[in-house]
């Protein structure tokens, strides 16, 4: 992975070069992932004039082969127990390579951050480095996409256990921390973000945490959770209806929400615009007359993060690459009753390479527990 981590951080020294920076200073945890591997909490990652550093409050001894950064890179450990700030430090160690301007993630850093970055160096300039590693990030390698691959099948896996125990009597809170332990036990670092269970009329609500409310026969049962594997994380999201046979009304909610996600995913080919794929799926809901309970947008960029670049929303700019991984979530809600969510993770593909690529294949037909 060295070779991989020297190439990103190449791309990004020709970008900040371009810019007429001669360093940069990246401090947001998931971009010190990207360009440096696994490091411990707090680093920071300093491309230097001279060389490159990776700027720590603490040692790195005792960390597993897996969680240890690029070993090309050379870790300056800060002294003293409280160890001070890594930005702060690696500011220092910027003007002594004798650069005399610094790009810094101006949206990560706080106020009070950024005038201690001009205090250690004031004669620094610092320039803003804004999301040029963000959006270094969007299209991921095949190795990430590996990573994000087996993060869902881990939720396949804890998904589908939970779905052959029995769910009645049991509350919102304990279903999503049996999930979450499943997740743990199938091999994930931990959830992707605290896990989703949503029953009765809370069903088919976005992000819902979880409550004290018991399952109860005849209820929608929404389930959203999500696996981190080797820091990337994938999510899925499923509906399914507690005890008996589906009302009408559900069966009628439930194919239409289906049939929104299907569109949705079918829209995903390299060039698409985002706006164009939210378009797709919320059209389908829309033309039904649900305008009302639908979510702000229909999917995602997954990654390092659980939201990340690209946003598929009404709003949205820009076009979709090849081997990026997104989610489509389209969802209603009706306030009293309940509602449907259905959320997938899935990778950009063009038509010649079979189209998109899913990665979580529990099934999506509403099954009755």
């Known amino acids: 992975m060295s070779e991989v981590?020297?190439?990103?951080?190449?791309?990004?020294?020709?970008?900040c070069n371009a810019g007429g920076s001669a360093a940069a200073l990246v401090t947001r945890p998931a971009n010190v992932r990207y360009l440096a591997g696994p490091a411990p909490r707090g680093a920071v990652l300093l491309l230097g004039r001279t060389e490159d550093l990776l700027?720590?409050?603490g040692p790195i001894e005792g960390r597993s082969a897996q969680e240890r950064p690029d070993a090309a890179l050379r870790v300056q450990n800060l002294p003293g127990s409280g160890g001070g700030d890594p930005a702060v430090a690696a500011a220092d160690l910027a003007a002594g390579q004798g650069a005399d301007s610094l790009a810094v993630e101006e949206h990560h850093l706080t106020v009070a951050r950024h005038r201690a970055l001009g205090s250690v160096a004031p004669r620094l300039r610092l320039a803003g480095l804004g999301c040029a590693v963000e959006q270094l990030r969007v299209v991921k390698d095949e190795e990430e996409i590996s990573c994000l691959r087996i993060g869902a099948e881990i939720a396949d896996q804890a998904l589908g256990e939970l779905l052959e125990s029995i769910l009645v009597g049991r509350t919102e809170r304990h279903l999503a921390l049996e999930l979450e332990r499943r997740l743990v036990d199938h091999g994930a670092d931990g959830p992707a973000f605290p896990t989703s269970v949503a029953t009765g009329p809370n069903a088919g609500r976005p992000a819902h945490r979880p409550t004290d409310r018991r399952v109860e026969e005849g209820d929608f049962l929404s389930v959203c959770l999500g696996a981190t594997y080797r820091g990337y994380r994938c999510e899925i999201g499923r509906t399914f209806v507690i005890g008996?046979?589906?009302?009408?009304w559900q069966i009628e909610l439930y194919d239409l929400v289906f049939a929104a996600q299907r569109a949705g995913r079918e829209s995903l080919v390299p060039g698409a615009a985002c706006r164009d794929v939210d378009r797709a799926a919320r059209q389908v809901l829309d033309s039904a007359g649900y305008t009302e309970g639908l979510t702000a947008l229909t999917g995602h960029g997954v990654g390092l993060e659980i939201d990340e670049d690209p946003q598929l929303s009404p709003a949205a700019m820009g076009k979709l690459d090849a081997c990026v991984p997104v989610t489509v979530e389209p969802g209603v809600h009706l306030p009293g009753r309940g509602g449907v969510r259905i959320d997938d993770t899935l990778v950009v593909r063009p038509e010649a390479d079979g189209g998109p690529e899913l990665l979580t294949i529990t099934t999506k037909e509403l099954l009755a527990l």
């Open 55 to 57: 700027v720590c409050a």
């Open 5 to 15: 981590y020297a190439a990103r951080r190449t791309r990004l020294r020709d970008y």
């Open 244 to 248: 008996t046979a589906p009302a009408d």
